[in-house]
């Protein structure tokens, strides 16, 4: 089957400005997702991988390289039938719950009658039904992450793409969240891209997990993680759990280390 | 709450009963000012008498209209500068020194090329409240959260519904902050222009009142624009406080 998204040699370098020298921040990548995966990506901050998903997203050109989307190559537009959500708070705070969510959908031809229709099963799905009227401001910050959820789930996104969209959430609420997560991702069968810098998150809800280096950020491994479709936070309590995670961080370390600046210290001898 | 507001009105309680007893005790005398009671009695009977109803009128909506105008024009300047950085950058220095200039300096030319028309007074007023409606709003532009305009790119929006539907009212508690700037600027410029190019309106009618020692005219008319000024200023702050209320301490 072919590729819904298909990187190719992808790779951005910031130009120079009077101040700085340019700046070679990711890749060459070349990436392959299946359609209705979940694709988790991990490495250590500042590797790029905001950079490649707003490349995927259509939101910034790849300065060398090519995206394809569904046999189309994206050349910095947004195509339709991609939805983001991102770290920071992207509620509209003047508007209530459902305008929020029905916000994409104002440029749409659908009938009224379906567009509330899907407004009303976006909210159900993020369990935010009893919201509909509320404003932002009233609510917390999961509940605000998940009004951007369901304001994307509106458009019946093919490929959503997830920038660390719990970052700033507590564990509890955020183990929670990827249950939900996982949730919407069976009931939609979209294709999930998720960008974490929680190891635990990306091997709790990944199908694959690439790992990235330190910049200019490259794809050093894809694990897979051989999770059934059914499946929830209680996966934490398998063994692989523990094993898949211990591997991304035996890869990550090294990364890491680079971009604290410290030296990579020599490896204890292997038992 | 309530007993501050309690507070303020007996300030504004005292401060009135001062002025009564002042005037009828004599510190005050009758031709520099009536007692406050007399002022009430005759704002009531020159409303009743109807013959100041063409005057309010003629200022009521020359205010109306300089300032529809100056939001109108404001807010898509400012929309259009804030996609304009090298013209916005021109004209920031102008925009800082704007209110060093003092608008009216300049009447003697209006006379000449506009008349003594009602034209010239609202747009002396327009041109007050302009600048603020435009700073205020470039203000609110460049405070909103470049999510938000991710998020308008990733919706497709074009550039006109994202100023309409995204950073316009990501902006809004700025713009309302020029709003009520450019209330009381367009009530000084039209007030202050009916004082001397005009031959109606409030102003006038003051000045008018003031030249043949008619204070049963004069202090009515003053009290009459201090009212009406207070209770927009009311209104506005009391719907900008449920909006801020509804969008949170964000």
């Known amino acids: 089957m072919k590729a819904q998204v298909a990187l190719s040699n992808v790779g951005k370098t910031f130009p120079a400005s009077p101040t700085t020298a340019p700046l070679h921040a990711l890749g060459p990548i070349d990436l392959e997702l299946r359609r209705g995966e979940f694709f988790a990506v991990v490495g250590p901050s500042g590797c790029g991988k905001s950079t490649l998903l707003e490349i995927i997203a259509g939101l910034t050109p790849p300065t060398q390289g090519s995206v394809e989307f569904e046999g189309r190559t994206i050349a910095g537009e947004a195509p339709d039938s991609i939805g983001v959500v991102f770290q920071e708070d992207a509620s509209l705070p003047w508007l209530d719950v459902t305008e929020n969510v029905a916000f994409g959908l104002r440029r749409s031809k659908l009938p009224k009658d379906e567009r509330d229709a899907r407004v009303r099963d976006a909210l159900r799905l993020v369990g935010l039904s009893d919201f509909a009227t509320s404003y932002p401001a009233q609510l917390s910050g999961g509940m605000r992450q998940r009004v951007c959820i369901a304001r994307t789930l509106v458009m019946q996104p093919r490929l959503i793409l997830l920038d660390e969209p719990f970052g700033a959430l507590d564990q509890q609420t955020r183990l929670l969240m990827g249950d939900e997560l996982l949730l919407m991702w069976r009931a939609t069968g979209a294709t999930v891209f998720l960008i974490t810098h929680a190891l635990d998150e990306a091997t709790m809800l990944a199908d694959r997990i690439g790992v990235m280096s330190a910049r200019p950020g490259r794809l050093i491994d894809v694990v897979e993680t051989n999770w059934p479709r059914e499946r929830d936070s209680r996966i934490v309590e398998r063994s692989e759990f523990g094993a898949i995670t211990a591997r991304l961080w035996k890869t990550l370390r090294e990364e890491s280390l680079k971009t604290i600046g410290r030296a990579v210290p020599k490896p204890a001898a292997d038992a | ?250």
Not at chain 2, 8 to 32: H, M, S, Y
Not at chain 2, 95 to 108: D, E, I, L, M, S
Not at chain 2, 156 to 165: E, S, V, Y
Request: glycine content about 8%; hydrophobic content about 55%; aromatic content about 10%.
């Open chain 2, 1 to 250: 709450m309530k007993r501050l507001l309690a507070y303020r009105l007996a300030v504004i309680a005292g401060a009135i009963a001062l002025l009564e007893i002042f005037c009828l005790t004599g510190v005050i005398d009758k031709i520099t000012m009536q007692p406050p009671h007399l002022i009430a009695r005759d704002l009531y009977r020159l409303l009743a008498s109807g013959k100041m109803n063409g005057a309010i009128w003629k200022t009521l909506t020359n205010t109306l209209l300089a300032l529809v105008l100056a939001i109108g024009v404001g807010v898509v300047a400012a929309a259009l500068l804030h996609r304009l950085r090298a013209l916005r950058d021109t004209l920031d220095p102008l925009f800082a020194t704007y209110y060093a200039v003092p608008v009216f300096a300049f009447y003697p030319f209006f006379i000449v090329v506009f008349g003594l028309g009602d034209l010239p007074q609202i747009l002396i007023a327009f041109m007050l409240g302009v600048v603020a409606m435009i700073v205020n709003t470039l203000n609110g532009l460049d405070r909103v959260p470049p999510v938000l305009l991710k998020t308008g790119r990733i919706m497709r929006l074009t550039p006109i519904d994202t100023a309409l539907r995204l950073t316009l009212p990501a902006a809004g508690p700025y713009i309302l902050t020029g709003v009520k700037l450019a209330v009381a600027y367009a009530f000084i410029g039209i007030i202050g222009s009916e004082f001397i190019l005009s031959r109606g309106g409030i102003g006038y009618e003051i000045n008018f009142a003031y030249n043949n020692f008619d204070n049963a005219t004069m202090y009515p008319l003053i009290v009459l624009i201090l009212l009406a000024s207070i209770a927009i200023n009311t209104v506005l702050t009391r719907w900008e406080k449920t909006l801020l209320a509804r969008r949170g301490a964000r």
